[in-house]
T-cell receptor, first 112, second 110 residues
Framework: QKEVEQDPGPLSVPEGAIVSLNCTYSNSAFQYFMWYRQYSRKGPELLMYTYSSGNKEDGRFTAQVDKSSKYISLFIRDSQPSDSATYLC????????????FGPGTSLSVIP | DAGVTQSPTHLIKTRGQQVTLRCSPKSGHDTVSWYQQALGQGPQFIFQYYEEEERQRGNFPDRFSGHQFPNYSSELNVNALLLGDSALYLCASSIDSEAFFGQGTRLTVV
């Protein structure tokens, strides 16, 4: 079993839709949870960073972490064509220097 | 702030050759990690450097080695290249667990 799993998609939605992206993880030691956005042939860009359980909102983006079910979500409101990218969820343990474990990424296309 | 910078951006090598990739971390970051990202996959952790020493290592063979310099910049070296080493190599600098990535070096082994 991989430590971080997510549906690779592809996911295609119309412009303006609410997008829900989800991940599960298996390592109970994970305390830090991140979402990265990666455009084609570019490096990952940090979108959201959450410590432990709870919600975090930044503009059109909301990240949710439920440690009891080991479930990570990212919601994108009023999706735009510029949101078309691969979204990577990632986790690391409570030690500040631990490696980051990534899921395989979900490919999202927002159709105008 | 220039962010994390990597060089070169693209590289083509022949099987059996050796390659060196370079990374300059984000200002103020003293920890550098290297990742390999195959096409269609998430990044896979190779190793991490802190205070010029390898602090953690992923499941990669000894052909993969690295170095960190006193100014926190880092190099990734891969010896005896295989076709399967073709990938995007990403450098990330971090503070706590918030990692910032460079644009990567795309290595093609032919």
């Amino acid at each position: 079993q991989k430590e971080v799993e997510q549906d690779p998609g592809p996911l295609s939605v119309p412009e303006g839709a609410i997008v829900s992206l989800n991940c599960t993880y298996s390592n109970s030691a994970f305390q830090y949870f991140m979402w990265y956005r990666q455009y084609s042939r570019k490096g990952p860009e940090l979108l959201m960073y959450t410590y432990s359980s709870g919600n975090k909102e930044d503009g059109r983006f909301t990240a949710q972490v439920d440690k009891s079910s080991k479930y990570i979500s990212l919601f994108i409101r009023d999706s735009q064509p510029s949101d078309s990218a691969t979204y990577l969820c990632a986790s690391s343990s409570k030690t500040s220097y631990d490696k980051v474990i990534f899921g395989p990424g979900t490919s999202l296309s927002v159709i105008p | 702030d220039a962010g994390v910078t990597q060089s070169p951006t693209h590289l083509i090598k022949t099987r059996g050759q050796q390659v060196t990739l370079r990374c300059s971390p984000k200002s103020g970051h003293d920890t550098v990690s290297w990742y390999q990202q195959a096409l269609g996959q998430g990044p896979q952790f190779i190793f991490q450097y802190y205070e010029e020493e390898e602090r953690q290592r992923g499941n990669f063979p000894d052909r993969f080695s690295g170095h960190q310099f006193p100014n926190y910049s880092s190099e990734l070296n891969v010896n005896a290249l295989l076709l399967g080493d073709s990938a995007l190599y990403l450098c990330a600098s971090s503070i706590d667990s918030e990692a910032f990535f460079g644009q990567g070096t795309r290595l093609t082994v032919v």
